[in-house]
T-cell receptor, first 113, second 116 residues
Framework: NAGVTQTPKFQVLKTGQSMTLQCAQD?????MSWYRQDPGMGLRLIHY???????DQGEVPNGYNVSRSTTEDFPLRLLSAAPSQTSVYFC????????????FGPGTRLTVT | AQTVTQSQPEMSVQEAETVTLSCTYD???????LFWYKQPPSRQMILVIR??????QNATENRFSVNFQKAAKSFSLKISDSQLGDTAMYFC?????????????FGTGTLLAVQP
């Protein structure tokens, strides 16, 4: 099991550019989510999905899009990058019942200049 | 809306000693989970311990234990026999059990430094 994988690990964008952060899991988890981590603010939920074809917004969804066409993949799209989106991004997955333990990817450090 | 508060931005402890990290939360719900996650310098988020709200007994995992005070909405983490590898950011998190969504809400974290 690779667990939750994220690519890339680091990325630098210019303001206005778009890009997709990739996330994949091989544990057959129904629930997947994206968080951003900023100093002094903990992790904040951007978007989440409870299964293929179903997504919803979290606390800070503006400027981000998601889709879930398969159980395994949950990409996060930045439509027009802004310096305020400079952050560390984490993808996570879990089953929707039971222990509720979330498994996190290694994170992507994104810098927007 | 639920909130999680960690009032200690930074803490320091000597190796082999015991340290307690504080966490309080605000909710009107009765059915929820609480978690402590550890984030070492590698950035990887690691689950340390989990507590179900309906269980009165405090959870323990080896050197890690919690003091869960449901009425006071307090969920502190005690680390015994601190080791250098415990140096990390520690996040307290709350999950309301409301069906399939069950979103996880994080506190702002406590940076723990274990000194040799």
């Amino acid at each position: 099991n690779a667990g939750v994988t994220q690519t890339p690990k680091f990325q630098v964008l210019k303001t206005g550019q778009s890009m997709t952060l990739q996330c994949a899991q091989d544990m057959n988890h129904e629930y997947m989510s994206w968080y951003r981590q900023d100093p002094g603010m903990g992790l904040r939920l951007i978007h989440y999905s409870v299964g293929a074809g179903i997504t919803d917004q979290g606390e800070v969804p503006n400027g981000y899009n998601v889709s879930r066409s398969t159980t395994e993949d949950f990409p996060l799209r930045l439509l027009s990058a802004a310096p305020s989106q400079t952050s560390v991004y984490f993808c996570a997955s879990r089953v929707t019942r039971g222990t509720y333990e979330q498994y996190f990817g290694p994170g992507t450090r994104l810098t927007v200049t | 809306a639920q909130t999680v508060t960690q009032s200690q931005p930074e803490m320091s402890v000597q190796e082999a000693e015991t340290v307690t990290l504080s966490c309080t939360y605000d909710t009107s719900e009765s059915n929820y989970y609480l978690f402590w996650y550890k984030q070492p310098p590698s950035r990887q988020m690691i689950l340390v311990i989990r507590q179900e709200a309906y269980k009165q007994q405090n959870a323990t995992e080896n050197r890690f234990s919690v003091n869960f005070q449901k009425a006071a909405k307090s969920f502190s983490l005690k680390i015994s026999d601190s080791q250098l590898g415990d140096t990390a950011m520690y996040f307290c998190a709350f999950m309301k059990l409301d069906g399939a969504t069950n979103k996880l809400i994080f506190g702002t974290g406590t940076l723990l430094a274990v000194q040799p």
